[in-house]
Each structure stands twice: as C-alpha cells, then as structure tokens.
C-alpha cells in the first residue's frame, strides 16, 4: 500500500512540475495582446461534410505588438514582402440575417491595415492572404468572392491573444514578387511609462506556513526532494478544487435521484395529470390542493373533471 502511495505521489508531483515548466516558458516568451478590429471580410465556403455553403468571417485586426511588414531580396534578387500576422482560434458567430458562420480575428501590424485602407487591391490581397492561414489548418475550399461589409468587426469584441515576444507572431510565407513601398510609421515606439519608473513592483510575501503545511512539506519532500512551499500550496489548491468540483457533482446527482424517487409513476399511455393553482403554477400531486385537469393527448384540450377547495391556497 505505501508503495502504491509513493508511486502515486511522484506521479503527481511529476505532471504538476510538467504543468509549472510549461507555464513558466509561456509566460517568459510570450505576451498578451489586445487587438484592436478594423474591417471585416466574408467570403463563402465550402466544409467537408457539410452539404450548404458556410460563411467564413475574418474580422482583420491591428496591434503595435505583431512584427511590422519586412522586405527581403530571394535568390533572383527581387524583393518579397513578409506579412507577420497572429490568428484567434474558430468561434460561431450569427451575422445580420440571423444566419450561422464562422469567424476568426486576424491581427496584422497597423501599417498594414492603413494601407489596406487606402488601397482596394491590396485589402483583397491581406484578406486572401489571412485566408490562405486559415485553410492550412481548417478543410475550407472558398465558394465565391470576398466581401466587405460596412462593419469593423462581426461579434462582441476582439478576444485577446497571446503571441512570442520578439518575433510577436509566426512569419507566414512570402507574398509578392515586386518591390511594394510601404507607408513608415512611428506608432510601435511608445514612450516608457512615467508610472512603471517611479513605481517599483514589489512582490507579495506569501503567507506563514502553518504546522499542519510546515508536517505536510516534510512528508512531501521524502518522495519529491527540494520540493517548494508555494509549489505545494498550487498543488493543494489544485487538487481542492478538484476534490469539491466532484463533490458538487456528486451532491447534485444525489438531488436528482431523489426527486426521480418523488415522481409518481402511472400508467395511462393517452392521459397525463396535471396539478395548477389559481395563479397557474404547477404542483406535485403530493401538494395536490388546485383544480385536476385530464389533458387528452389526441384532442389536445384540457377538460376539468374535479374541483377542491382552494381555501388553503
């Protein structure tokens, strides 16, 4: 039995510190972004498996923290122009006419959309360009030509984002074959925060440790060696959460088999029995102090056949 604990302990303590790892290298080359929406295309699609065209919703969006457009000579010297951009994940979404669709927030730099702006053709091409991102990871063939609508953005608002520090999103491949002016822009070079400078961050102090953790720990530290407090703390909080999730979970589905033991069973296959008061809410047959009524399933109308007295209600 205590070695059956043992495993079971290192085992846990080996897929929290996976977890920890992870986190740490995520949060340490990576930030979270807020992007902020611009236009919107729509162009209809066809999925596999599906038999109706489906509309594909790109809310194209701007953030000063995804990488600027860069331009790099190839082999035969001619310029390519690279479009860095960060892709949300799919949601469903309902558009003017209440019909259902599919969209994505696509975050380029500002410069991009500006141009986008100013310039039809190349706002077709960023679209084209977003699309050719999405269908590498979704079966979508597209059915028709995009379109434009009148709006900034199809939804509530732009989830944020998180994307790698310095390359701030992955380097799609290369569009363009000609050298294309791009319009310069000092809006990614923002002034260091007055606040952030005379302001330390000052980290909380944990808690004390208690007996009960201070016994804990040592316990732990016999199968896990150099294990931490607060290490142990987020795995006890963890593991609570869990343990009074399944609790819930156990209590409600106790309540639900009570209540099915409370329903009256009866065996009328054309006739259903319903309890009302005067006010119209529905009763128990237990609490039976209204009018019966017997609804007949094929004639659809509700017949009374018997009235009690509604003093007590």
Known sequence: MAAKSDANYEYMWAEYKKVLDRNKEIEENSIEIYP?????????????????????VLNLCQSIHVDAPCETPDHTGQMRVRLPLSCG???????GAGNQ??????????????????????????ASFAFQ???????V????????????YMGIRPAKQRIRKKTASKKVEEIGKTKTPLPSSDDDKLPPSMFQAKIPKVKAEPPPMTKQEAKMLEDFRKHVPGLKHEEM????????KTHEEEKKRAEMEKEIMEEKKKIPLFSAPKYSIFCFTHSGAKLSLNNFLGRVYVKAASENQDVPVLSTPHSKI
Do not use: W
């Not at 919107?40 to 594909?56: K, M, N, Q």
């Not at 994505?104 to 091409?125: G, L, M, N, S, Y």
């Not at 063939?141 to 900034?152: D, H, Y």
């Open 36 to 56: 902020e929406p611009s236009f919107v295309a729509r162009i209809p699609c066809e999925l596999e498996g599906v038999d109706e065209d489906i509309s594909v």
């Open 233 to 240: 703390r987020k795995a006890l909080l963890m593991y609570q």
């Open 141 to 152: 063939t597209p059915a028709g030509k995009f379109q434009f609508p009148r709006i900034r």
């Open 89 to 95: 994940p799919l949601r469903e979404e309902k558009d």
């Open 133 to 139: 991102n999405i269908q590498r990871k979704f079966k």
């Open 101 to 126: 669709c599919v969209a994505f927030d696509v975050v380029f730099h500002p410069e991009v959309i500006t141009r986008c702006q100013k310039e039809t053709a190349f706002k077709e091409t960023v």
